[in-house]
């Protein structure tokens, strides 16, 4: 996370490990990771906020449907990119949760 600008970490509960936690703490970055059952001290997050990342996933899981993103078919960076430029066009933007 050194050098990039982001402002809060969104991840499921296999990312509530210490050292995860503590370093994007250290670099000012708010976390947003439910507390893993096994944790003693279960740690608060903000429910709202969490909610926002099964949007990207669905966006990662209907670009990785076309065959062309899926596997890589395009080899070079500048292709791929494109690809991806494309395919995102065509999101299907909804204002359901």
């Known amino acids: 996370m050194a050098g990039l600008p982001v402002k809060v970490l969104i991840a499921d509960r296999g990312y509530d490990v210490n050292q995860v936690i503590d370093t994007a703490r250290a670099g000012g970055v708010k ?9 003693k001290v279960v740690r608060t997050y903000d429910r709202e906020q969490y909610k926002k990342r099964h949007r990207i996933e669905h966006v990662f899981r209907w670009l990785k449907q076309w065959r062309g993103i899926a596997t890589r078919y395009a080899k070079c960076a500048d292709s791929f990119l494109a690809a991806l430029y494309i395919r995102s066009i065509f999101l299907p933007f909804d204002d359901t949760p």
């Open 31 to 39: 976390v947003v990771i439910p507390s893993k059952r096994s944790r």
